[in-house]
C-alpha cells in the first residue's frame, strides 16, 4: 500500500542483537496492526495500537503509536531464532474502512 | 473451532480460465478480505466487504470479480483478464474497522 510505508525492506541481525521496524502511514491512523509471516503461511497477530502514544509489549516485542497516530514501530530485544520471518505492519483510518498493508520486512537472525 | 478456511492449498489452471477461490470463516465477523502477495513483497488489497452483499475495490481489483451473498462466505474469482495472476491468495475477516483480523493458511494460484 502506497498509505503505509514500512522499513527496512529487510535485515539481518545476530542473534541476541535488538532490531527496531518502521511503520508510516500518510493518513491520521483508526489502528495500527502488527503480523508475524513465514513465508507461504498465513499471518499471525502480533498487536494492536489505536491511541497516541500507546505502546504494548508481549514477550520481547514491543510495539510503539507516536502521538501524531501516523507512524508505528516494533522493536525485538535480544532477537532469537524465532523471531525470524516477515513482519507487516497493517492499518484502516479514520475515513476509510479498507486494511491496508505495508510491504513487509524480511527478518533474518544469524546464530 | 472457529476460524477461517481456504481452500484448495494449492490451485493450478490453463491460462484463459476462469477460477474460483474459497473462504469461509464461522467466526461471525462482518468484514472480510482478499489479498494478493507476490515473491518479497507486502499484502495488496483487492477487494473487502463490510457487511453481506455489499463490497468495495481495493488496490488491485481489476481482473478479480467477488460476491458476499452469506456472510460466511467471500469467494474470489480470477478472470481471465487478470494479466498475472499466479500468486499467492490470502483471505482474511474481522468483526469491525479497530479489530483484528483473522487470516486463512492461503492459496498459491499457479496459471500455466
Known amino acids: 500500500s502506497q498509505e503505509l510505508e514500512q522499513s527496512p525492506q529487510s535485515l539481518i541481525v545476530q542473534e541476541g542483537k535488538n532490531l527496531t521496524i518502521n511503520c508510516t502511514s500518510s493518513?491520521?491512523?483508526?489502528?495500527l496492526y502488527w503480523y508475524k509471516q513465514k513465508y507461504g503461511e498465513g499471518l499471525i497477530f502480533l498487536m494492536m495500537?489505536?491511541?497516541?502514544?500507546e505502546e504494548k509489549s508481549h514477550e520481547k516485542i514491543t510495539a510503539k503509536l507516536d502521538e501524531k497516530k501516523q507512524q508505528s514501530s516494533l522493536h525485538i530485544t535480544a532477537s532469537q531464532p524465532s523471531h525470524a520471518g516477515i513482519y507487516l505492519c497493517?492499518?484502516?483510518?479514520?475515513?476509510?474502512?479498507?486494511?491496508?498493508f505495508g510491504a513487509g520486512t524480511t527478518v533474518t537472525v544469524r546464530a | 473451532d472457529g476460524g477461517i478456511t481456504q481452500s484448495p492449498k494449492y490451485l493450478f489452471r490453463k491460462e484463459g480460465q476462469n477460477v474460483t477461490l474459497s473462504c469461509e470463516q464461522n467466526?461471525?465477523?462482518?468484514?472480510m478480505y482478499w489479498y494478493r502477495q507476490d515473491p518479497g513483497q507486502g499484502l495488496r488489497l483487492i477487494y473487502y466487504?463490510?457487511?453481506?452483499?455489499?463490497?468495495q475495490k481495493g488496490d488491485i481489483a481489476e481482473g478479480y470479480s467477488v460476491s458476499r451473498e452469506k456472510k460466511e462466505s467471500f469467494p474470489l474469482t480470477v478472470t481471465s483478464a487478470q494479466k498475472n495472476p499466479t500468486a499467492f491468495y490470502l483471505c482474511?475477516?474481522?468483526?469491525?474497522?479497530?479489530?483484528?483480523?483473522?487470516f486463512g493458511q492461503g492459496t498459491r494460484l499457479t496459471v500455466v
Open positions: 482474511a475477516s474481522s468483526y469491525d474497522r479497530g479489530r483484528k483480523a483473522f
Open positions: 493518513k491520521t491512523l483508526y489502528g
Open positions: 495500537l489505536q491511541k497516541g502514544g
Open positions: 497493517g492499518a484502516d483510518w479514520v475515513n476509510d474502512y479498507k486494511l491496508s
Open positions: 467466526l461471525n465477523h462482518d468484514a
Open positions: 466487504s463490510q457487511i453481506v452483499n455489499d463490497f
